[in-house]
């Protein structure tokens, strides 16, 4: 090997080589994770230093990129957090999402914005019936909203078949004799779609935007990183130890 090492890919103009590859993999098994990793000249070792070639890989091709395709990159090597930001802004600028998309998205997951019935008690509970029965109101807790699902089967019944200030009980559950009085009740309803639209909006323009930029970058790694033999994703099926875990 020469000193300035074996070329492990080639990304547009610049070269990785096994210097460089090597010095990342140092970093990393000196880093908190270092004891964890498969050690090298391992099955395991081989393909978590294919995995590091890709990295170097996709660094190079995001750094290469931000240079040649962001108007304000100033020809330093900015940071990849800011090459990737600027990127994303670019490639997803015209990104956008129709009416017609969101309105389809809100009717068929009106589950979504289901909002279930709501009731708003005062109860007590006790051992025995006679004690729960000579409950008055005044005795009574503070006032709980609840949904069904949070009280006690035939408690949980009797509370949300009642009708507004009705006198509640005694009824027996598991943990005693509960009576109450229903003081309120808030109908169950779904929000309507003004009310959700710009969520609605904000999370499909994301997912959009995302697949776009992912589809761009996949024809990007495509066309300017070339890795040499032995150096493939280490989900390649030509590679006898192929394993693609995500």
Same mark, same amino acid.
């Not at 068929?108 to 509970?125: F, G």
């Not at 069904?148 to 598991?174: H, K, M, Y």
């Given at each position: 090997?020469?000193?300035?090492?074996? =070329?492990?890919?080639?990304?547009?103009?610049s070269v990785i080589t096994?210097?460089?590859?090597?010095? %990342?993999?140092?970093?990393?098994?000196?880093?908190?994770?270092?004891?964890? @990793?498969?050690?090298? $000249?391992?099955?395991?070792?081989?393909?978590?230093?294919?995995?590091?070639? #890709?990295?170097?890989?996709?660094?190079?091709? @995001? *750094?290469?990129?931000?240079?040649?395709?962001?108007?304000? &990159?100033?020809?330093?090597?900015?940071?990849?957090?800011?090459?990737?930001?600027?990127?994303?802004? %670019? +490639?997803?600028?015209?990104v956008m999402v129709s009416?017609?998309?969101?309105?389809?998205? &809100?009717?068929?997951?009106?589950?979504?914005?289901?909002?279930?019935? /709501?009731?708003?008690? %005062?109860?007590?509970?006790?051992?025995?019936?006679?004690?729960?029965?000579? +409950?008055?109101?005044?005795?009574?807790?503070?006032?709980?909203?609840?949904?069904? $699902? #949070?009280?006690?089967?035939?408690?949980?019944?009797?509370?949300? $078949?009642?009708?507004?200030?009705?006198?509640?009980?005694? =009824?027996?559950?598991?943990?005693?004799?509960? +009576?109450?009085?229903?003081?309120?009740?808030?109908?169950?309803? =779904? *929000?309507? &779609?003004?009310? =959700?639209?710009?969520?609605?909006?904000?999370?499909?323009?994301?997912?959009?935007? $995302? #697949?776009?930029?992912?589809?761009?970058?996949?024809?990007? /790694?495509?066309?300017?990183?070339?890795?040499?033999?032995? &150096?493939?994703?280490?989900?390649?099926?030509s590679l006898p130890d192929?394993?693609?875990?995500?």
């Amino acid at each position: 090997m020469s000193a300035a090492g074996q =070329v492990v890919a080639r990304v547009g103009g610049s070269v990785i080589t096994t210097v460089e590859l090597d010095e %990342r993999l140092a970093a990393i098994r000196n880093g908190p994770l270092g004891p964890r @990793l498969p050690k090298d $000249g391992t099955p395991a070792g081989v393909r978590l230093r294919r995995w590091v070639a #890709q990295l170097l890989a996709s660094e190079a091709l @995001l *750094l290469h990129e931000a240079g040649h395709s962001v108007p304000s &990159y100033d020809g330093s090597h900015p940071a990849l957090d800011r090459a990737a930001r600027a990127l994303f802004d %670019r +490639v997803t600028a015209d990104v956008m999402v129709s009416e017609a998309e969101l309105f389809r998205y &809100y009717r068929d997951n009106l589950d979504l914005w289901a909002r279930p019935e /709501r009731r708003t008690v %005062r109860q007590a509970v006790h051992n025995t019936r006679a004690q729960a029965a000579a +409950v008055r109101r005044g005795d009574l807790g503070a006032p709980e909203t609840l949904t069904r $699902g #949070q009280l006690s089967g035939p408690f949980e019944d009797a509370v949300f $078949g009642a009708a507004p200030g009705a006198w509640i009980g005694p =009824v027996r559950t598991v943990f005693g004799w509960h +009576v109450a009085v229903l003081d309120g009740v808030e109908q169950g309803a =779904v *929000l309507p &779609y003004d009310a =959700v639209r710009e969520s609605i909006h904000d999370d499909l323009l994301s997912a959009a935007r $995302g #697949q776009a930029f992912d589809d761009w970058l996949a024809g990007r /790694r495509a066309a300017l990183i070339h890795l040499s033999p032995g &150096y493939e994703h280490p989900g390649d099926p030509s590679l006898p130890d192929a394993v693609h875990r995500h």
